[in-house]
T-cell receptor, first 113, second 115 residues
C-alpha cells in the first residue's frame, strides 16, 4: 500500500530552536508537497519539490529521491510557526485515484515563547 | 484578491438529511478537489474535476455527489447514504495537472456536524 509516513507526530520546541520534520514514502513519486494547517483549519502550500532543496524565508525543504525521504526545517522557530505540517506525495503509479496526492497524518508543532 | 471560498464555516444537520457544501474559486483553475479530514488521519480525496462538466471519484466517494457546471464552482453534496458524515471538508484547486503535478490551493474548510 502506498503510504506517507511523518515523524514525529507531535513536536514541542522553545522559541529559537531549529526544527526538523520528516516524511518518508514508499515508491517512486513525481512530486512532494509540504503544507501548513493552522488551528482554524485552513491549509497553505509551503513547497512543492521533486528534487534537491528549496528555501523560503526560515523554511527549508529537502528531498532525497534515492532514500525516499524529505525533511522540512524551520530555523529560528517562533510561536507563530505553531501549526500542523503535512507532507503529501504524488505517486507515479497508484492503484487508487492515479496521480492524485496522498497525504501524511501531519506533525503538530507547538513553539513555546 | 484571488482565492477559494467555502461556505459556511460550520454546518449542522440532522441525520438523514442531504447537505450541500459550497466551493468557489476565482483563480481561473481548471482542476478542483474535495477532501475529507478526520482526527488523526491524513486528508482523503472524495472527488475531483479536471475540467467543466467532468469529474472523477476519489478514494472515498461513496455517499457523496458533486457537479461541475461552471469552472469556478464545485459543490459537494453529502447524502444520507454517507455513514459517517461528521468531518472537516476541504476544497482545493490547481492549474490543469501535468505529469509532475501542480501546487494546490486550499479553501478555509467547512466543519460539518451531523446530529
Amino acid at each position: 500500500k502506498n503510504e506517507v509516513e511523518q515523524s514525529p507526530q507531535n513536536l514541542t520546541a522553545q522559541e529559537g530552536e531549529f526544527i526538523t520534520i520528516n516524511c518518508s514514502y514508499s515508491v517512486g513519486i513525481s512530486a512532494l508537497h509540504w503544507l501548513q494547517q493552522h488551528p482554524g483549519g485552513g491549509i497553505v502550500s509551503l513547497f512543492m519539490l521533486s528534487s534537491g532543496k528549496k528555501k523560503h524565508g526560515r523554511l527549508i525543504a529537502t528531498i532525497n529521491i534515492q532514500e525516499k525521504h524529505s525533511s522540512l526545517h524551520i530555523t529560528a522557530s517562533h510561536p507563530r510557526d505553531s501549526a500542523v505540517y503535512i507532507c503529501a506525495v504524488r505517486y507515479v503509479n497508484y492503484g487508487g485515484s492515479q496521480g492524485n496526492l496522498i497525504f501524511g497524518k501531519g506533525t503538530k508543532l507547538s513553539v513555546k515563547p | 484578491d484571488g482565492g477559494i471560498t467555502q461556505s459556511p464555516k460550520y454546518l449542522f444537520r440532522k441525520e438523514g438529511q442531504n447537505v450541500t457544501l459550497s466551493c468557489e474559486q476565482n483563480l481561473n483553475h481548471d482542476a478542483m478537489y474535495w477532501y475529507r479530514q478526520d482526527p488523526g488521519q491524513g486528508l482523503r480525496l472524495i472527488y475531483y474535476s479536471q475540467i467543466v462538466n467532468d469529474f472523477q471519484k476519489g478514494d472515498i466517494a461513496e455517499g457523496y455527489s458533486v457537479s461541475r457546471e461552471k469552472k469556478e464552482s464545485f459543490p459537494l453534496t453529502v447524502t444520507s447514504a454517507q455513514k459517517n458524515p461528521t468531518a472537516f471538508y476541504l476544497c482545493a484547486s490547481s492549474t490543469r495537472r501535468t505529469s509532475g503535478g501542480s501546487e494546490q490551493f486550499f479553501g478555509p474548510g467547512t466543519r460539518l456536524t451531523v446530529l
